[in-house]
């Protein structure tokens, strides 16, 4: 069986026991996990701040609806959480990956919103790992990934709407929407798109992914 192998529900690498606790679970931390989960941290934090330019952008193109634009990209800023957690599966690599990311993203990229855009990865990484941390990271098909963007852009939309003063308007329920919707697509399925991407080249097969591929 090669890393491209797929199982039954469309995954990659799900060949996880279903029985009993996971490898991902038993075992520690290894050095080449911390480093892979800092190094997508890293590059999805310049990846972010390159949606930022793209959602200003589309934000001019949408006119009168471009309040509306941020909904609409939201879930490329939650791609990292399921993708370090597919490759690693290791309890809270989604949220750390995103928490990094923010931190490229204030620190070295000068994102206007400061401090608190690490509190709002924070959320939305718990809410991408939520799905994959309820099955102990035994199944990585389309629809934990689906679940995974969905959550994700759905808990932090209500902190965003705290901050941003979205509470009461008529347009509420449409912003929330196209945020989940979003965050299906850009947060959950493409991520499983690129997770499989790179599974078939066979650069993560000293992870946890290929480890499972080829049991």
């Given at each position: 069986m090669t890393s491209t192998d797929k199982t039954g529900d469309g995954s990659v690498g799900a060949g996880a026991p279903r029985t009993g606790r996971t490898p991902s679970a038993r075992q520690g931390w290894a050095m080449k996990d911390l480093v892979l989960m800092v190094v997508l941290g890293v590059v999805f934090g310049f990846v972010y701040w390159a949606?930022?330019?793209?959602?200003n952008g589309l934000a001019v193109l949408m006119g009168p609806a471009g309040d509306l634009a941020q909904h609409v990209l939201l879930g490329g800023w939650l791609i990292v959480?399921?993708?370090?957690?597919?490759?690693?599966?290791?309890?809270?690599?989604?949220?750390?990956?995103?928490?990094?990311?923010?931190?490229?993203?204030?620190?070295?990229?000068?994102s206007p919103v400061g401090p608190l855009l690490i509190l709002a990865a924070a959320i939305q990484g718990a809410g991408s790992e939520l799905p994959f941390a309820l099955i102990r990271y035994r199944r990585f098909g389309w629809g934990v990934f689906a679940l995974s963007g969905l959550l994700g852009a759905f808990l932090v939309f209500f902190y965003s709407a705290f901050r941003s003063g979205w509470y009461g308007q008529d347009i509420f329920p449409l912003r929330l929407i196209m945020q989940c919707v979003s965050g299906?697509?850009?947060?959950?399925?493409?991520?499983?798109?690129?997770?499989?991407?790179?599974?078939?080249?066979g650069?993560?097969?000293?992870?946890?992914?290929?480890?499972?591929a080829h049991r």
């Open positions: 949606l930022v330019q793209a959602w959480a399921p993708i370090a957690i597919a490759i690693i599966r290791r309890p809270f690599a989604g949220i750390i990956a995103e928490v990094i990311a923010s931190v490229i993203e204030v620190v070295f990229l000068g299906v697509v850009l947060g959950g399925l493409l991520a499983k798109v690129v997770v499989d991407a790179l599974a078939r080249t650069v993560v097969d000293n992870f946890a992914i290929g480890r499972a």
